[in-house]
Each structure stands twice: as C-alpha cells, then as structure tokens.
C-alpha cells in the first residue's frame, strides 16, 4: 500500500522509515522550495499545538522556527537577540493584558 505525503520531514525519518522494512520515496528540495515548505509545516505544526497543547508541539515549532531563521540567513543568536531587543522595548506577554480600544482625542485629529 502506497501513501502519499508531499511534505517536509526531519532528517532522520528515511532511516526511520527503513529501519520499519518499508521504503520510501523521497528528493532534495531547492532553496526556495524549502522555504516555502518551511511555512507550510510552521503552519501545521501550530495547528497540532492548538489541537494538542502539549510540549512536544511546543518543540517541534522551536524547531521549525530555527530552520526557518536559518534558511532566511539568520542565526539562533540573532533570533533571540531580535526576541530579547523585541521583549526590552515593548514588553513581553506575561502580565496577561488584552487591549480591547483605544481612544483618541477628537481635538487631535
């Protein structure tokens, strides 16, 4: 039985795949392929995390996140410099704060 898949996987899962007896079919994607398929797992490893909440989820977008960055030519450092200048100007989210309007003088428009 055959069963189609068309999506990024990590790179241990072939020899997981072999290890089970099945084969596998699988090619090496240009750089703009990889990023475009780097989105579409960011995009469904956040869908599991809503569906599962769980820590697993939580690592596997980490994991995406940081080949994302590094396919766009930026480093784990330089993501988490950008995070911690990001969190210094404009806070983090723990103080739970939900914005519900804004108000502006009339006199100031």
Known sequence: MTKVYNKLVRDRIPEIIASTGDKYKIRTLSDAEYIEMLDEKLDEEL????EDKNIEELADIL????????ARGYSKE???ETRLKKREKRGGFEKKILLI?????????
């Open 47 to 50: 869908k599991e995390y809503h």
């Open 63 to 70: 994991e995406v996140l940081y080949a994302v960055a590094k």
């Open 78 to 80: 330089a993501l988490e």
């Open 101 to 109: 309007e804004t108000i502006r003088d009339q006199q100031e428009v």
